[in-house]
T-cell receptor
Framework: SQQGEEDPQALSIQEGENATMNCSYKTSINNLQWYRQNSGRGLVHLILIRSNEREKHSGRLRVTLDTSKKSSSLLITASRAADTASYFCALPGTASKLTFGTGTRLQVTL | DAGVIQSPRHEVTEMGQEVTLRCKPISGHDYLFWYRQTMMRGLELLIYFNNNVPIDDSGMPEDRFSAKMPNASFSTLKIQPSEPRDSAVYFC????????????FGNGTRLTVT
């Protein structure tokens, strides 16, 4: 199973700014998921985007998928302190296996 | 719905001891996954079950690790004997149908082996 590579590894922004994180992968996929992990907690599913979709929105989240470049991005608009967390992309593997990327640590300061 | 429940939240044990981690998935979910998270290796899939049957245990690091799912509402991950390098956060997750279905994670068990 392939693992997504996320960029940047860490990101620090001020409240109200936008945060963008990227996930790149090597082989074709049917879908890609994004998860958030708050400190000391389990991962929480944010959004799934399928290979025939280019963009998807959920509240302040916007996810894009460029299958030609084999990359996805997660944009959080008007960030809040509560958005401070690690964000992971997850790629499907054989059967029902899901492989998580290395994550981006986002710090939103007041 | 209470979500995926894991116990204990923290476990500190000495090298050589047996450790048992427990998980109760969300009712109605057919898939259950065990992951391990460390700073060095990130999130690793250890094993997953479908309808209580182990499907893929290729991620289990060694024979010291074993997992069972005796019924749809309970799973265990056992390490015997434990070693310091097993120190990590162990997560259980469940999903309804597998495939592209989102995973629902528990809050993990932080294991420290001294």
């Amino acid at each position: 199973s392939q693992q997504g590579e996320e960029d940047p590894q860490a990101l620090s922004i001020q409240e109200g700014e936008n945060a963008t994180m990227n996930c790149s992968y090597k082989t074709s996929i049917n879908n890609l998921q994004w998860y958030r992990q708050n400190s000391g907690r389990g991962l929480v599913h944010l959004i799934l985007i399928r290979s025939n979709e280019r963009e998807k929105h959920s509240g302040r989240l916007r996810v894009t998928l460029d299958t030609s470049k084999k990359s996805s991005s997660l944009l959080i608009t008007a960030s809040r302190a509560a958005d401070t967390a690690s964000y992971f992309c997850a790629l499907p593997g054989t059967a029902s296996k899901l492989t998580f990327g290395t994550g981006t640590r986002l710090q939103v300061t007041l | 719905d209470a979500g995926v429940i894991q116990s204990p939240r923290h476990e500190v044990t000495e090298m050589g001891q047996e450790v048992t981690l427990r998980c109760k998935p969300i009712s109605g979910h057919d898939y259950l996954f065990w992951y391990r998270q460390t700073m060095m290796r990130g999130l690793e899939l250890l094993i997953y079950f479908n309808n209580n049957v182990p499907i893929d245990d290729s991620g289990m690091p060694e024979d010291r690790f074993s997992a069972k799912m005796p019924n749809a509402s309970f799973s265990t991950l056992k390490i015997q004997p434990s070693e310091p390098r097993d120190s990590a956060v162990y997560f259980c997750a469940s999903s309804f149908t597998g495939g592209a279905d989102p995973l629902h994670f528990g809050n993990g068990t932080r294991l420290t082996v001294t």
